[in-house]
């Protein structure tokens, strides 16, 4: 991504980056990412990938906590009702798993800490946008997170190894194509636009989707309770995206009578 940006007008012209907003883009872009991908793999090490989507399912509370206090109004009912209904969406669609699987008080708490230093970086990430395209933040904060982890990332080699096939290849350029460079590109270009808790929202449709491609590859069945929290996700992200006071104004409004 670098490279084309450098290279080519492709992707837009690079933004100039001054010394002050480099020293942004390593505290608040790299540093935040590398914290937050250290803490969400040790999560995974102590509890349970149910668990930790679960708690991932309420950074959009966090996030709204983060942009101010709650009022006595309908855009706090609408969006506090859409972020609850989003996580319980998930809580359903995890009970099996939350019932089954066992965690340790070290995990649960890093669970929680995966949720809030996710929540922050999108906040560092909306304020970043604000001056660089989508696309290049995700290049400039990304290279820099790879960065800050390579000494932890050179030692783990060091003592576990490194086992290396085909599948591990196409893994991990999937990982970093998709789910790294272009879904990052458009969690940024999100960010420009939306406020940080509206576009944590659509976090909650990753197990519907990630369902429903089992569905259709692995064929794994599609429940009773996948359907319930599907109408809880979706009604949550749709409740917290639509301006339903300019839609009830609209609709409101009475229609025009010629008059002759």
């Not at 309420?58 to 906590?65: C, D, E, I």
């Not at 990982?175 to 576009?199: D, E, H, Q, Y």
């Not at 929202?201 to 429903?212: G, M, Q």
Request: charged share 10%; net charge positive; proline share 3%.
């Amino acid at each position: 991504m670098l490279a084309i940006l450098r290279w080519t007008n492709w992707l837009g012209k690079p933004s100039a980056i001054g010394r002050d907003f480099n020293r942004q883009l390593w505290v608040r872009g790299g540093l935040s990412l590398a914290s937050y991908i250290v803490c969400f793999n040790w999560a995974l090490r102590f509890t349970s990938a149910s668990h930790v989507a679960l708690y991932l399912g309420a950074s959009p509370v966090w996030a709204l906590l983060w942009e101010g206090k709650p009022a006595k109004s309908w855009l706090t009912v609408q969006r506090y009702g859409a972020a609850v209904l989003t996580m319980i969406g998930v809580l359903v669609l995890f009970w099996p798993a939350l019932r089954n699987t066992g965690g340790s008080l070290v995990g649960e708490l890093l669970g929680i800490i995966v949720s809030v230093l996710w929540t922050f970086y999108g906040r560092q990430c909306r304020i970043l946008s604000a001056q660089m395209s989508g696309v290049e933040l995700s290049a400039q904060t990304m290279w820099r997170a790879g960065l800050l982890l390579m000494p932890l990332g050179l030692i783990e080699v060091a003592r576990s190894g490194l086992r290396w096939n085909n599948n591990v290849f196409w893994v991990q350029l999937y990982c970093i194509v998709a789910g790294g460079v272009v879904a990052f590109a458009i969690w940024n270009l999100a960010l420009r636009r939306w406020a940080t808790s509206k576009v944590l929202l659509f976090n909650n449709l990753i197990p519907l989707s990630t369902a429903t491609w089992a569905y259709f590859f692995a064929h794994d069945p599609i429940t009773m309770r996948f359907g319930v929290a599907m109408v809880l996700i979706v009604t949550g992200v749709i409740l917290g995206q639509v301006n339903w006071q300019k839609v009830f104004q609209t609709s409101a409004l009475p229609s025009a009578v010629k008059v002759e």
